[in-house]
Nanobody
Framework: QVQLVESGGGLVHTGDSLNLSCAAT????????MGWFRQALGREREFVAA????????LYGDSVKGRFTISRDNAKSMGYLQMNRLKPDDSAVYYC????????????????WGQGTQVTVSS
């Protein structure tokens, strides 16, 4: 049983940075993989990043490689997504997701989802 709450979205300009946070409740978070999806209005949901519970596996979608960094603090039950050099195409609602396997998240699925936080990047 996991509940997730995202925060940290906002309005920024092209080239700016944002750090998203995901607060998790429930001890299962510490043994589950976590990750991030995003979805813009009228577009398909897109995989962003995933990380295994130990940090031994880290995966990124092609569109964010080299710009975004996923991290987590299991002691605090927190997940993060550092986003650098933002582009207008990064504008979307970003969702935190938790699942037993990072590969499952990378494949587009997850057992638990947060409510999302809006990121808007102006040109």
């Amino acid at each position: 049983q996991v509940q997730l709450v995202e925060s940290g979205g906002g309005l920024v300009h092209t080239g700016d940075s944002l750090n998203l946070s995901c607060a998790a409740t429930g001890p299962a978070f510490k043994s589950y993989a976590m990750g991030w999806f995003r979805q813009a209005l009228g577009r398909e949901r897109e995989f962003v990043a995933a990380m295994s519970w130990s940090g031994g596996v880290i995966l990124y979608g092609d569109s964010v490689k080299g710009r975004f960094t996923i991290s987590r603090d299991n002691a605090k039950s927190m997940g993060y997504l550092q986003m650098n050099r933002l582009k207008p195409d990064d504008s979307a609602v970003y969702y935190c997701v938790v699942d037993p396997a990072s590969s499952t998240i990378a494949a587009g699925r997850g057992d638990y989802w947060g409510q999302g936080t809006q990121v808007t990047v102006s040109s």
